[in-house]
């Protein structure tokens, strides 16, 4: 149990395009969903916090109006990330949580960015 | 500023042999601590969370110690293998809301 899916796997995009990045709970329903950025040989950064149907919280240094965040229902969530550039390039991991004081996240399979 | 360190260098270790790493963390008092296991290009996958009030937990091969006075967490992996080589991470819950702050984690390589 406990599946998220991520589509696309992979993306290339020209530099000034907008990429829309999927997360999907397929067992569970995810009434927060965590969207972290990681680069190489580096741990995952916490970009934005959100919760069904609310607008998402966004970590320090983190922009909202380029990052934006969907979480229309408890199982999709979607990263837009708008006007792209080099370094936005990285892997983007979506992680879904549940009510009910559970703590532990579950990973989606993340999504390689590499914007030329 | 809040920092959680685990060894940056890779672990190699013999098959068969026990894996232990190691996760320091400062100035924080964390209700729970989780590790996870992430493979190269994936999200990372959930293995064990142990709460502040507990010094030890065990899951099959796996055991976690969480030392609230030396802000440390152990990970073992015992009669480890070969597909037990991954990167492994510790978390903490810092900001509230349950959300995660990971370590850096460790790379572990299990040899024949």
């Known amino acids: 149990g406990a599946v998220v899916s991520q589509h696309p796997s992979r993306v290339i995009c020209k530099s000034g395009t907008s990429v829309k990045i999927e997360c999907r709970s397929l067992?569970?329903?995810?009434?927060?969903m965590f969207w972290y950025r990681q680069f190489p040989k580096q741990s995952l950064m916490l970009m934005a916090t959100?919760?069904?149907?609310?607008?998402?919280?966004?970590e320090q240094g983190v922009e909202k109006d380029k990052f934006l965040i969907n979480h229309a229902s408890l199982t999709l969530s979607t990263l837009t990330v708008t006007s792209a550039h080099p370094e936005d390039s990285s892997f983007y991991i979506c992680?879904?949580?549940?009510?009910?004081?559970?703590?532990?996240?579950?990973f989606g399979p993340g999504t390689r960015l590499l914007v030329l | 500023s809040q920092k959680i360190e685990q060894n940056s260098e890779a672990l190699n270790i013999q098959e068969g042999k026990t894996a232990t790493l190691t996760c320091n963390y400062t100035?924080?008092?964390?209700?729970?601590l989780q590790w996870y296991r992430q493979d190269p290009g994936r999200g990372p996958v959930f293995l064990l969370l142990?709460?502040?009030?507990?010094k030890e937990k065990r899951k099959e091969r796996l055991k976690v110690t969480f030392d609230t006075t030396l802000k440390q967490s152990l990970f073992h992996i015992t009669a480890s293998q070969p597909a037990d080589s991954a990167t492994y991470l510790c978390?903490?819950?810092?900001?509230?809301?349950?959300?995660?702050?990971f370590g850096t984690g460790t790379q572990l390589k299990v040899e024949l």
């Open positions: 142990i709460r502040e009030n507990e």
């Open positions: 978390a903490l819950d810092i900001g509230g809301g349950n959300k995660l702050t």
């Open positions: 992680g879904g949580g549940t009510s009910g004081g559970r703590e532990t996240q579950y």
């Open positions: 100035n924080y008092s964390p209700a729970y």
């Open positions: 959100s919760n069904e149907g609310s607008k998402a919280t966004y």
């Open positions: 067992d569970f329903q995810a009434t927060t």
